[in-house]
Nanobody, 121 residues
Framework: VQLVESGGGPVQAGESLRLSCKTS????????MGWFRQVAGKKREGVAA???RGGGKVYADSVKGRFTFSQGYNLQMNGLNPDDAATYYC?????????????????????WGQGTQVTVS
């Protein structure tokens, strides 16, 4: 399984970006797809997650109302502010039947992209 993020870059506060997550190597099944972000020296934090078989989308409180999944697993980010500046990662794991609501815990995810940098000034 390979994940490749794109779409990051520098923006002004209040502007928008859409991050894309290109996937390859997946076989049919149940997966959780998540977006995470990390600032140097800080822990990686969950931003949003969605189950590939439907189910509710999950968003961190800090991004609710501003970030949404768009066209699959892409992340539409509106109203960006300096606190959103970070390296953003797409991640995934094969979800057992018991998982219907995907977690925002980085340790649950096993496949990761290389990250894309978002800068907000």
């Amino acid at each position: 399984v390979q994940l490749v993020e794109s779409g990051g870059g520098p923006v002004q506060a209040g502007e928008s970006l859409r991050l894309s997550c290109k996937t390859s190597g997946y076989t049919a099944g149940r997966y959780c797809m998540g977006w995470f972000r990390q600032v140097a020296g800080k822990k990686r934090e969950g931003v949003a997650a969605v189950h590939t078989r439907g189910g509710g989308k999950v968003y961190a409180d800090s991004v609710k109302g501003r970030f949404t999944f768009s066209q699959g697993y892409n992340l539409q980010m509106n109203g960006l502010n300096p606190d959103d500046a970070a390296t953003y990662y797409c991640a995934a794991f094969s979800a057992p039947l018991s998982v219907t609501r995907c977690p925002l815990t980085p340790g649950d995810y096993v496949a990761w992209g290389q990250g894309t940098q978002v800068t907000v000034s």
